[in-house]
């Protein structure tokens, strides 16, 4: 008979027992039979062995002792109640430091882990590829650093939720990616990861979610992305990619989000969006040209659209009116000119429009303070929070209405020829943060009224 013990352990190993340990772990790989012994649970060893590489600020894991049989009482682990094997480990904003160990490598019955929001360090363990029947891992919100091991997408049959968001991480996305075909999730943002994107990512079909955002990739984004009928999320932002959107993007007849922000892509919108029913459209800080088209008012479930920071030319089509769901309009930074379009009062449910920096004249409209409310006549509330006019050729009178605007906390119409003098209404707006009149030709005596804003602080 075998009889093995353990000495008492305090909450940091020393060299000693951690030796004692991983000698445990090999004894097992040898002699399976041992493993019937319930003091050498291989869960409760692999967790024992994790945790040593540990710093637990906050005792979130004192539960964890090797005096324990079973893990399945302890703190963030889940079990299979049949086999009794440790299927889950969540350990989400614990301010955990540390390394991720081998010792997670023998939960050969995990499913889920994640360890998001801590200080983990180190790098990524090819270990944890080991862990064949893994369907969720979210690393995202640490310190993690080093490339993505190629190593890690070679046993991914059972993988579809992949975050390692918000690291340190560096390198090259490994083309082993590509084997991952049960992928629905993947989300590699606000890295520090470079190149291209690998020839066969389209091969993922299953993806709902792919968000690459805020790294340093490179280069045009490939045809052949039609594939992914299933995308709903596309946030390619923050990058470098460059050339023309892809024509065939049209084929993500699924996709709600799309998010090309601030990259180099030049050229027109591909007319192939128009398929595809966007909530949220973004394009914004790139080299984008040509007129708005006017198939952008097909895009009815439209809440949130944002071509600022390109070359957009030409007016803003009267289409634009038939966005009836749209809530955010940001066409600023850009070349466009005429005036602003009488439909668009039609978007009754707009909150924040930033028509800055651009070519704008002629008078500002009444009916823009009272939007959300069909008209503007007196008693009507408009649902405006957020107007920027600045850096235009609007001219005439600021309307009296603009004190419709009881939502209004931030309106800027500086850099215009607005006169002659500033209207008393103004001085309705109680929730008014930020005020810019500058560089007009307001002329006479400021409102006394204004001292009624008393939420301004600019």
Known sequence: MVIVTFSTMGTILNTLELFLLFFLLGVLAVHPAISAVPSLNDDVLGLIVFKADLHDPSSALTTWTEDDDSACNWAGVTCDPRTGRVTELVLDGLALNGKIGRGLSRLQSLRRLSLARNNLTGTISAHLAIIETLKIIDLSENQLSGTIPSEFFERCASLEVLSLGHNALQGQIPASLSSCLTLTVLNFSSNSLSGGLPDRIWSLTALRTLDLSGNSFEGTVPQGIKALSNLQTLDLSGNGF?????????????????????????????????????????????????????????????????????????????????????????????????????????????????????????????????????????????????????????????????????????????????????????????????????????????????????????
């Open 242 to 458: 460059s050339g023309n959107i892809p024509d065939d993007i049209g084929g993500c007849s699924s996709m709600w989000t799309l998010n090309f922000g601030d990259n180099v892509f030049s050229g027109v919108l591909p007319s192939s969006i128009q398929k595809i029913n966007l909530t949220s459209f973004r394009v914004h800080k790139n080299r984008l040209n040509g007129e708005i088209p006017r198939w952008i008012g097909d895009l009815k479930a439209l809440d949130t659209l944002d071509f600022s920071s390109n070359g957009f030319s030409g007016e803003i089509p009267d289409v634009i009116g038939q966005l009836l769901a749209l809530k955010t309009l940001n066409l600023s930074g850009n070349l466009l000119v005429g005036s602003i379009p009488e439909s668009l009062k039609n978007c009754d449910k707009l909150s924040v429009v930033d028509f800055s920096r651009n070519r704008f004249v002629g008078k500002v409209p009444a009916w823009i303070f009272s939007s959300g409310s069909q008209g503007s006549h007196s008693g009507n509330t408009g649902s405006v929070e957020i107007l920027d006019l600045s850096g235009n050729g609007f001219s005439g009178e600021l309307p009296t209405e603009v004190g419709f605007s009881l939502n209004l906390g931030l309106l800027n119409v500086s850099g215009n020829s607005l006169g002659p003098s500033i209207p008393v209404s103004i001085g309705e707006l109680m929730v008014l943060q930020k005020l810019d009149l500058s560089k007009n030709q307001f002329g006479g005596n400021i409102p006394s009224s204004l001292g009624k804003c008393s939420s301004l602080t600019t």
